[in-house]
């Protein structure tokens, strides 16, 4: 059974630093890895989604990397603002078709202050 | 583009009412999924649906069960509520082109958050 695990739970850093975000699961035989974000009471934003055969994709700011090999991947943001403040969640999906399903994080609590 | 739309956004039930939550997919979107948020349990995968038909389902008892139509439309109901289905709701939807076909990206709706009292 796929186990997904993010370090740390809760992160407060001040404004401008650049942090790391990590996920990592126990059965590396994925289809593909995406990043969330949620707000408080909101619903999930896709943020970034690698393929298990990439190792890496950018969007603005953020850079998440994937080693299906041992099992991890990170969440790098640059030069963190208030507005990241946020839950971010990552999640595996084991095959490619319909039919499989996500396995979700647990989350890491992101905190940014001014 | 309109996004993955649920309805309604906020609920509240009696123990041992029934529930139905309806979610509308991105216009394309046929495959449709359903996860239970809770903040003891995280996010939990209730069930996916494609072309009508129901292709997984989660961990959940007989009371969740859920239907798609024609048009990809889905919905959820639970039937006999308890306090302990008080959740978000959420409902995401893929594209996949032809059944057993490549799944691509998930986005999720707003979501439902369901109060059971």
């Known amino acids: 059974k796929q186990e997904v695990t993010q370090i740390p739970a809760a992160l407060s850093v001040p404004e401008g630093e650049n942090l790391v975000l990590n996920c990592s699961f126990t059965?590396?035989?994925?289809?593909?890895l995406q990043w969330f974000r949620q707000d408080p009471g909101k619903g999930l934003t896709s943020l970034l989604l690698?393929?298990?055969?990439?190792r890496e994709q950018t969007s603005g700011r953020l850079n998440a990397s994937l080693d299906k090999s041992s099992g991890r991947s990170t969440l790098y943001i640059a030069a963190s603002q208030p507005g990241d403040s946020a839950t971010y969640l990552c999640?595996?999906?084991?095959?490619?078709?319909?039919?499989?399903?996500?396995?979700f994080g647990e989350g890491t609590q992101l905190t940014v202050n001014p | 583009k309109a996004g993955v739309t649920q309805t309604p956004r906020y609920l509240i039930k009696t123990r041992g009412q029934q529930v139905t939550l309806s979610c509308s997919p991105i216009?394309?979107?046929?495959?449709v999924s359903w996860y239970q948020q809770t903040p003891g349990q995280g996010l939990q995968f209730l069930f996916e649906?494609?072309?009508?038909?129901?292709?997984n389902k989660g961990n959940f008892p007989g009371r969740f069960s859920g239907r798609q139509f024609s048009n990809s439309r889905s919905e959820m109901n639970v039937s006999t509520l308890e306090l302990g289905d008080s959740a978000l709701y959420l409902c995401?939807?893929?594209?996949?082109?032809?059944?057993?076909?490549?799944?691509?990206?998930?986005?999720f709706g707003s979501g439902t958050r369901l109060t059971v009292v």
């Open positions: 690698i393929q298990s055969s990439q």
């Open positions: 059965d590396s035989a994925i289809y593909n």
């Open positions: 216009s394309g979107h046929r495959s």
């Open positions: 995401a939807s893929s594209l996949v082109r032809f059944a057993g076909g490549r799944v691509y990206g998930y986005t």
């Open positions: 999640a595996v999906r084991r095959g490619e078709t319909s039919g499989s399903r996500l396995t």
């Open positions: 649906y494609f072309s009508e038909t129901q292709r």
